[in-house]
Nanobody, 124 residues
Framework: QVQLVESGGGLVQAGGSLRLSCAAS????????MGWFRQAPGKEREFVAA????????YYADSVKGRFTISRDNAKNTVFLQMNSLNAEDTAVYYC?????????????????WGRGKQVTVSS
């Protein structure tokens, strides 16, 4: 089992920045990739970004490319999502997830472990 706990998030004005963190514990050696997803009210959960747990390969949704950066600190078993130039469309609950499939996954069913989510609200 892998446990994921997100932190960060909150309220920010449009154009501002926030950083989310996700601390992993448990059987982290089994993780291949970590991802961030988000879900806005009335919408499906959507992929935001992913990173390999032991390498620097990353992948981003087109909607956040150039504004968001995913990174990790393996010494702390933590993954980060730096979010810049935020706009109202970025308002959502953001979820951290861990995957054991052997490629950078972008679909929710490819992720086995999930955090509880953190609210990010961008005011315009």
């Amino acid at each position: 089992q892998v446990q994921l706990v997100e932190s960060g998030g909150g309220l920010v004005q449009a154009g501002g920045s926030l950083r989310l963190s996700c601390a992993a514990s448990g059987r982290t050696f089994s993780i291949y990739g970590m991802g961030w997803f988000r879900q806005a009210p009335g919408k499906e959960r959507e992929f935001v970004a992913a990173i390999r747990w032991t390498a620097d390969n990353t992948y981003y949704a087109d909607s956040v490319k150039g504004r968001f950066t995913i990174s990790r600190d393996n010494a702390k078993n933590t993954v980060f999502l730096q979010m810049n130039s935020l706009n109202a469309e970025d308002t959502a609950v953001y979820y951290c997830a861990a995957s054991r499939v052997l490629y950078l996954a972008t679909r929710t069913f490819e992720y086995e472990y999930w955090g509880r989510g953190k609210q990010v609200t961008v005011s315009s």
